[in-house]
């Protein structure tokens, strides 16, 4: 037994003998160390895709969600933004103004809560604006081609006491917000062809909002026109062109004074002639 031990002793403390057991684990150690990583990096990971295309504002559920397997490489690539968990999905929504393609993976960037939901149509509307909805359809928009982010004019039409036409610019140089159909879809944010325009969004200053509301309780109708591109990208302030028609529509109407103010304010609704 004590020559054992002397020889295995002898062995382990002779340099060439330690050398090469010192490869022999660097070389053990750079195998395994590599085979690990390759296979960290071979090995694929689930993760969720889009069955179907889902529309801009559309709560994705369950039967939408697919399963892949795709390379970790290209996971790691990818996975800042990617969601790899259903309960990160289910319930979401997909972004106002993103289209998720069927097939795609879902990213973060692209799937909203409800409460997060901003509507495009009220984001940026200057203070002491009040939105207007303005009925149209096909035809009065031109094709539907009143796109949102155009500038337009409002025209009036009506007759006067005698039955003579009246027929004008009203405003000019207003930014159209939104382009929706009967049911509340943006128009133009999603791709399902077919959607037929049934209000015009925009937002103008309070007077003008208050003039705007009396034309619905009037004879008369609001004709909205478009204007080239030019028109749009270097856009004038929102002003009443036609002091005739604003004259004319503040004569079919009765002005009420402001609450608790004696001033004679244009505030709240107004009551029509008889």
């Known amino acids: 037994m004590n020559n054992i031990l002397v020889?295995?002793?002898?062995?382990?403390?002779n340099k060439n003998t330690v050398t090469i057991l010192g490869v022999v684990g660097i070389v053990l150690v750079l195998f395994f160390g590599y085979s690990y990583r390759i296979k960290q990096q071979t090995n694929p990971i689930r993760v969720p895709y889009a069955k179907q295309e889902i529309q801009p504002r559309t709560q994705v559920t369950e039967d939408?969600?697919?399963?892949?397997?795709?390379?970790?490489?290209?996971?790691?690539?990818?996975s800042n933004n990617a969601i790899t968990l259903k309960n990160d999905i289910v319930g979401k929504y997909a972004a106002y103004n993103t289209v998720i393609p069927a097939g795609s993976l879902f990213y973060r960037s692209t799937l909203l809560n409800w409460s997060e939901m901003p509507d495009s149509a009220w984001a940026d509307i200057p203070d002491k604006y009040t939105v207007v909805s303005l009925n149209?359809?096909?035809?009065?928009?031109?094709?539907?081609?009143i796109f949102p982010g155009n500038y337009i004019d409002l025209y009036y039409q009506t007759y006067d006491e005698t039955g003579k036409l009246i027929y004008g610019k009203f405003i000019e140089s207003i930014e159209v917000l939104a382009v929706k159909d009967s049911s509340g879809k943006h128009v133009f944010e999603?791709?399902?062809?077919?959607?037929?325009?049934?209000?015009?969004?925009?937002?103008?200053?309070?007077?003008?909002?208050?003039?705007l509301k009396d034309t619905q309780y009037l004879s008369g109708q609001l004709v909205p026109v478009p204007r080239n591109k030019s028109y749009s990208e270097n856009p004038s302030p929102t002003i009443i062109y036609s002091d005739y028609i604003q004259d004319?529509?503040?004569?079919?109407?009765?002005?009420?004074?402001e609450q608790g103010s004696s001033n004679n304010g244009r505030v709240g609704t107004v009551d029509t002639v008889e």
Do not use: C, H
């Open 64 to 78: 939408m969600i697919g399963w892949l397997e795709i390379p970790r490489t290209m996971y790691n690539k990818i």
């Open 136 to 145: 149209v359809n096909t035809e009065t928009t031109y094709g539907n081609s």
């Open 190 to 211: 999603n791709s399902q062809a077919g959607l037929v325009p049934a209000s015009l969004i925009f937002a103008v200053p309070e007077d003008m909002y208050l003039l």
């Open 248 to 257: 004319y529509i503040l004569s079919q109407t009765v002005i009420l004074p």
């Open 7 to 13: 020889s295995l002793k002898r062995f382990f403390t």
